[in-house]
C-alpha cells in the first residue's frame, strides 16, 4: 500500500510545441521536463510529419514515461506536449494529454493548460447535435469544436471555437501540417512564443526555452491565435478585448523561479512579495527561515529587507518519491518528517520567522510547524506572501470549493491557532500588487477578494464532466 502527502495546491497542466525542427520530438521531451513542476499526474506527446501523426501518453512523470525506444518511435518536425495535474475529468490513462481525434479524414491534437468554465453547457449541447466523448475532461470540447466546423479551414474553424468556448485557456493545437497556440481573451495561464534556429517553439513558462538553448521572442497576447505552418506564422485577434486577468498566483506559487511570465522574472517579484511583508509586518526574530522550496525566494527578500538573518532551519530531503510504502503506526508525521526534516541545533531555543508562500488547508502548515517546536524553538512567527485565500478558483488550479480553503471560514487569530504559531501575517492585497511591477488591472485576484472576472453558469468542479 502506498500514500501520498500534501494539501499544497497543485499546479494546474504545462504545455509545450514545436514546428520546423527535425527533433521536434526530443524537444518537446526536454521542454516537458523543464515543465514538470506544473503537473506530475500523466504527460504525452504527439508528433506530426506533416502527413501521419503518431503519439505516447502515460501516467507518471516525463522521465517515467519517455525512454529512447519510445521517443524513436514519435516522427515528424512538429509535436505538442503535455504534462498534467487534473483540474477536471479523474486522474486515469484516457484523460491524459494530448487529447487527438480524428474527424472527415482529418486528424487534430490538443493540450491545454487552464479551466473552461462553460464545459458542461457546451458539451451537453455537442452531444445533443451527435458528438461522442472519449473522455471526462474540458479540453475534448475543444477538439469537438474544432471538428464540426472543419470544412471552413481551420482558421474559421478556431475563431468559431474561441467565440463558443468561456473561460482559462492556453492550449497548443496540432493538425497533421500545422502548430496553433492560442490563449483566452483574458490571459489566465501563461504562454510564450521562441525561435531555436528557424523553428518556432510555443511553452507554458520561458524555463522551458532556456533548457532547449531556445530564445524568447514574447508572450503570446491575451486572445491571440497563432497559426505556424510552412507558409509561416500568422497572428490573428478575432475576439473583442477583455481587461487582462492574468493569474497572480503564478508568481507567489505556480512558476518556476527562472521563468519570466507576464513580462516579470518570478524569481524576482517573489524577492519583492519577502521585501513587501519585512516593510508591513516588523518582527524581532534571530532568524528567518523558508519551508524548503516553496518560501525560498521570499524569505531571500524577507530577509534583505528586514536584516534578520536567514537560515536554513528545515532541510528538504530532494530524493523522496511521490509516495511512500505506508509507514509503521508508531511513526507519526512521517509524511512531513520523510520531506522536510528540521535541524535541532540551528532551531534550539530561538525565536524564529518562517516564511511562507501560502496557506490552502493550513493541516500541511500545522504539522510541519509542530516538528519545528519539537526541535526546540522558543518562538514561530510566520509571515505568508499573498493575502488569506478566501474564495474558490475555477480558472484551473485546484482549490475549486470555499471547502478546501481555511481561511474561507477562520480568521487570521483563528488560523495561527490552529497551526500552532506565536504570531501570523499574511501580505496585504496592495502589498502583492506592488511586488509585480504591473498595473492593478492586470490580474485575476479572485481567490483573495472574491471579484471574479468570469463567473460560471453551473457546478465546475474536477469531476462535473463525470456525473452530469
Ligand atoms: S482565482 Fe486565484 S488561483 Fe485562480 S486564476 Fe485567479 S488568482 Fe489564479
Request: proline content about 4%; glycine content about 8%.
Amino acid at each position: 500500500m502506498s500514500m501520498r502527502f500534501t494539501d499544497r495546491p497543485r499546479e494546474e497542466c504545462g504545455v509545450f510545441g514545436v514546428f520546423g525542427h527535425e527533433d521536434a520530438v526530443r524537444l518537446t521531451y526536454f521542454g516537458l521536463y523543464a515543465l514538470q513542476h506544473r503537473g506530475q499526474e500523466s504527460a504525452g506527446i504527439v508528433s506530426s510529419t506533416g502527413k501521419s501523426m503518431y503519439e505516447h501518453k502515460g501516467m507518471g512523470l516525463v522521465p517515467e514515461i519517455f525512454d529512447e525506444s519510445v521517443l524513436n518511435e514519435l516522427y515528424g518536425h512538429i509535436a505538442i506536449g503535455h504534462v498534467r495535474y487534473s483540474t477536471t475529468g479523474s486522474s486515469i490513462i484516457r484523460n491524459a494529454q494530448p487529447f487527438s481525434a480524428s474527424h472527415a479524414g482529418k486528424t487534430l491534437a490538443i493540450a491545454h493548460n487552464g479551466n473552461l468554465i462553460n464545459a458542461k453547457e457546451v458539451r451537453r449541447d455537442l452531444e445533443k447535435k451527435g458528438s461522442l466523448f472519449q473522455t471526462t475532461m474540458d479540453s475534448e470540447i475543444i477538439v469537438h469544436l474544432l471538428a464540426r466546423n472543419a470544412d471552413r479551414g481551420i482558421e474559421e474553424a478556431m475563431v468559431a471555437t474561441v467565440s463558443t468556448i468561456e473561460g482559462a485557456y492556453s492550449c497548443v493545437l496540432m493538425t497533421e501540417d500545422s502548430l496553433i497556440a492560442f490563449r483566452d481573451p483574458n490571459g489566465f495561464r501563461p504562454l510564450c512564443l521562441g525561435r531555436l534556429d528557424e523553428a518556432y517553439i510555443v511553452a507554458s513558462e520561458t524555463c522551458a526555452l532556456d533548457l532547449i538553448d531556445a530564445v524568447y521572442v514574447r508572450e503570446i497576447d491575451p486572445g491571440e491565435i497563432l497559426i505556424i505552418n510552412d507558409h509561416g506564422l500568422r497572428s490573428i485577434k478575432p475576439l473583442p478585448e477583455r481587461k487582462k486577468s492574468f493569474c497572480i498566483f503564478e508568481y507567489i506559487y505556480f512558476a518556476r523561479p527562472d521563468s519570466t511570465i507576464f513580462g516579470q522574472n518570478v524569481y524576482g517579484v517573489r524577492k519583492k512579495l519577502g521585501q513587501g511583508l519585512a516593510l508591513e509586518n516588523p518582527i524581532e526574530a534571530d532568524f528567518a527561515m523558508p519551508f524548503p522550496d516553496s518560501g525560498n525566494y521570499a524569505a531571500i527578500g524577507f530577509c534583505q529587507e528586514s536584516g534578520i538573518p536567514l537560515e536554513m532551519g528545515i532541510i528538504r530531503n530532494h530524493y523522496v518519491g511521490r509516495t511512500f510504502i505506508e509507514p509503521a503506526q508508531s511513526m507519526r508525521d512521517f509524511g512531513v518528517r520523510v520531506k522536510l526534516n528540521p535541524v535541532k541545533d540551528i532551531l534550539d531555543g530561538k525565536r524564529v520567522v518562517i516564511v511562507e508562500d501560502s496557506i490552502i488547508r493550513g493541516t500541511t502548515s500545522k504539522t510541519r510547524i509542530k516538528t519545528v517546536r519539537q526541535a526546540g524553538a522558543r518562538e514561530i512567527h510566520m509571515v505568508v506572501s499573498c493575502p488569506p485565500h478566501r474564495y474558490p478558483c475555477f480558472y484551473g488550479i485546484d482549490f475549486s470549493t470555499k471547502g478546501e480553503l481555511i481561511a474561507s471560514e477562520h480568521s487570521v487569530e483563528e488560523i495561527r491557532a490552529f497551526i500552532g504559531l506565536d504570531s501570523l501575517c499574511y501580505l496585504s492585497l496592495a502589498g502583492m500588487l506592488a511586488a509585480t511591477g504591473l498595473d492593478n488591472d492586470h490580474f485575476c485576484l479572485a481567490c483573495f477578494n472574491g471579484d471574479y472576472p468570469l463567473l460560471p453558469k453551473a457546478d465546475i468542479s474536477k469531476s462535473c464532466l463525470e456525473d452530469y
